[in-house]
Structure formats: structure tokens, C-alpha cells
């Protein structure tokens, strides 16, 4: 994925904060994973928790990098679904027809995710 912006506004209107994870960040979020790395769901978890991990401030709150899982749950919590999918269409945007470039991968599905 290419630069991310350095902020986003959902269609609700909160704004997201965002960084770029570096090599270090996603080495501390491999660990997090623990035992999800280990399963059919690790695409997935990864895909997921690297948007979320990617956000640095809520409405212009800071928020820390998550470094539990359970913290990363909870800033997914407050990020909310609106915010997943406007995450979703930052990190992945669709391509114009007949391009696979920029599809959304399958393993990182927001229908699923919002229920």
C-alpha cells in the first residue's frame, strides 16, 4: 500500500489520525498475535489489526499503540464500524474495472467484521 493519509473522516464525521506502521511496529504487532499467527485466521488478524494499529488519534485524542491484544480490541471498539470501513477504503481502494490493483484481499472482510 502506498503512503496512508496523515487523517481520515468517516461518513459519521470522526476523524482518525493515521501513521504508517514501520518494520518495528509490525514486528511488535507479529508478537501480539501470539497463537493467531499459528491459525487459518492470520491473514485476517493481521489485515485487521494493522488498520487498527495504524490510527493514532480519535477526534484528536491520542490513543497509544495498542500492546495487548485486548488493547487492540478496544481501540477497534472505539474506532467503530464506520471507522473500520472508511479504514478499509484507505488501506485498500478499489481499482478501476478489470484492474486487480488495489482490490480489497479476501482476507480482510468488513461485512464480517461488522457483525
Known amino acids: 500500500m502506498s503512503t496512508l493519509p496523515k487523517e481520515i473522516v468517516t461518513p459519521s464525521g470522526i ?8 518494520p518495528g511496529d509490525m514486528l511488535d504487532l507479529i ?29 484528536g485524542v491520542p490513543v497509544q499503540m495498542p500492546e495487548t491484544k485486548e488493547q487492540i480490541k478496544q481501540l477497534a471498539r472505539r474506532i467503530g464500524n464506520d471507522g473500520m470501513i472508511a479504514l478499509q477504503a484507505t488501506f485498500y481502494p478499489k481499482a478501476d474495472k478489470g484492474s486487480a490493483a488495489g482490490a480489497s484481499p479476501a482476507d480482510v472482510d468488513m461485512e464480517t467484521a461488522k457483525n
Open 31 to 59: 508478537e501480539l498475535a501470539g497463537t493467531a499467527m499459528q491459525s487459518a485466521s492470520a491473514g485476517p488478524w493481521m489485515g485487521y489489526a494493522q488498520m487498527v494499529c495504524s490510527v493514532t488519534a480519535v477526534d
Open 15 to 22: 476523524k482518525l489520525e493515521l501513521k504508517t506502521l514501520d
